[in-house]
């Protein structure tokens, strides 16, 4: 009893200790929570956005959630976030714990920071630039992928399908071409397989419980949040990784490089000739792999998707793309990235695609060398940042009637493209999405060839599928049951 009574005003003390060091530094506020537990009900995945909207309101482009002893910062609002991410970028330090780390092995780029980051992000731009990643040449190979796309659309009919798995396999299958040196058929039943299982996980609410953020949970009984289950699928994506890179090291030739794999193996073999140790491993590799093929394939997959719903719902949008694609590309081919100067309107489309989809309405967890001052209050070392995209994309100061699908806000008074570095959708600074130039690249290319070649309206006798999407890692359509008329 009397250890009980000890430990208790222990605890209280360190709270106490705690809550007052807070006060003094003065944190970004945060709204009431339970005694002890904090915040731990504030932010549900069904009301997430809603919720972070209205906490922005209150409190402006900073504010807290307590969690138990975890401190959460959420930083938004487009100056503030500049401040933190570029003019004050070297306050970031190591990322701290997030379950995607688990899932990755704690390898890859995305969920690594410090000198093995800087390493392998600087060597993926190095060798994917090499093989035309972010350059015009690349677009012969996003063309060949929308000649399937579209065919596959065709062979509908004009019937009603959900297109959204043949969008998924159509972009992985641009990003398969760079790192895997090829395309997989879009019936192929291990491209489907990885889709699956990447799609369930950038729609999982794991993202959103305390698992995400507290790895002691895992050793908890049974599977609760449904980590073990996603684990255990991740692993078989490891599984088909590795035989895609036993096949590779086979047939490799350091006198012919086909993809990223072999750019890999040939680095690979002269760290293995240079030194003892080094951090081109294997499992960096299959980590690495994955993140590509799960980046490339999900965010833009998804920008896609949400632009065809948002075309169903503005007819009017849908046929003055097609007017300006008529009026610019010679019938009987795809429109190209040589025609993108003279096609602002569809240029704009997709800005605001990317603006009000808002694939990833906050990025991943980031963490501070040190306590930093930003907008008067202070941020300790200890806490663990969020940027909030979501309130960067729908500011209304910077986006007037944000929640309006408008790309004319997008348009100067002399019809040119304009305001859309001002857009969060890649966030910015050093941690800015390496896929940034291909996935505008790809959403151009797709959205102006399907609507070239198709009339995209909703299921006959049934209302609009809904604008509120499904929010997981990523924010995603609920559905987008359509039906494409051919047009020639």
């Not at 959205?447 to 070239?452: E, G």
Request: aromatic share 10%; net charge neutral.
């Amino acid at each position: 009893m009397d250890f009980y009574i000890i430990l208790m005003t222990v605890i209280g003390v360190l709270l106490l200790i705690k809550l007052i060091s807070r006060e003094r530094k003065k944190v970004p506020p945060n709204p009431p929570g339970i005694p002890l537990l904090g915040n731990i009900n504030t932010l549900r995945p069904e009301t997430m956005l809603s919720t972070m909207r209205k906490l922005h309101k209150q409190y402006g482009d900073l504010f807290s959630i307590n969690i138990i002893n975890q401190h959460l910062i959420f930083v938004g609002g487009y100056k503030t976030t500049y401040e933190l991410l570029v003019k004050k970028a070297d306050v970031l330090g190591d990322k701290p714990y997030f379950f995607t780390q688990e899932l990755l092995r704690n390898a890859g780029v995305f969920s690594t920071s410090g000198p093995l980051w800087k390493e392998h992000r600087t060597f993926c731009l190095i060798s994917l630039r090499s093989l035309g990643f972010g350059k015009r040449n690349i677009q012969t190979r996003i063309i060949e992928e929308i000649e399937y796309f579209l065919a596959e659309v065709e062979n509908h009919h004009g019937d009603p399908f959900d297109i959204q798995d043949l969008v998924s396999k159509s972009i992985a299958n641009v990003i398969s071409a760079l790192v895997f040196g090829k395309r997989f058929e879009l019936s192929d039943p291990t491209s489907a397989e990885m889709c699956n299982i990447l799609n369930a996980f950038f729609r999982s609410t794991i993202f959103h419980s305390p698992i995400y953020i507290f790895p002691f949970l895992k050793h908890l009984p049974g599977d609760l949040f449904g980590s073990k289950k996603l684990i255990q699928k991740f692993d078989r994506i490891f599984d088909i990784m590795c035989k895609i890179l036993d096949e590779h090291r086979s047939t490799f030739d350091e006198n012919n490089i086909r993809d990223f794999i072999d750019c890999y193996l040939k680095e690979q073999k002269k760290k293995n000739e240079a030194y003892k140790e080094h951090t081109f491993s294997d499992k960096q590799l299959i980590s690495t792999l994955i993140e590509f093929f799960s980046a490339g394939l999900e965010t833009t997959s998804t920008a896609i998707k949400w632009g065809i719903l948002y075309l169903m719902h503005n007819q009017e949008i849908q046929k003055r793309m097609r007017k300006e694609i008529e009026n610019t590309v010679v019938s009987g081919r795809l429109p190209t990235l040589e025609d993108k100067p003279k096609l602002p309107y569809c240029q704009a489309v997709c800005f605001e695609v990317l603006r009000l989809g808002n694939v990833t309405p906050t990025t991943a967890p980031h963490a501070l060398k040190h306590d930093v001052t930003l907008n008067g209050f202070v941020i300790p070392k200890e806490a663990t940042l969020f940027i909030d995209l979501d309130s960067i994309n729908m500011d209304p100061e910077m986006f007037p009637d944000p929640f309006s699908f408008n790309p004319e806000r997008f348009l100067s008074q002399d019809g040119k493209v304009t305001g859309t570095e001002k857009i969060g959708a890649f966030s910015m600074g050093r941690r800015v999405c390496m896929g940034e130039s291909l996935a505008k690249m790809e959403l151009f290319l797709f959205m102006t060839s399907l609507i070239q070649r198709f009339e995209i309206h909703n299921e006959a006798g049934k209302p609009l599928p809904s604008l509120e999407g499904t929010l997981g890692f990523t924010y995603t359509p609920q559905s987008l049951a359509a039906s494409y008329k051919k047009i020639y």
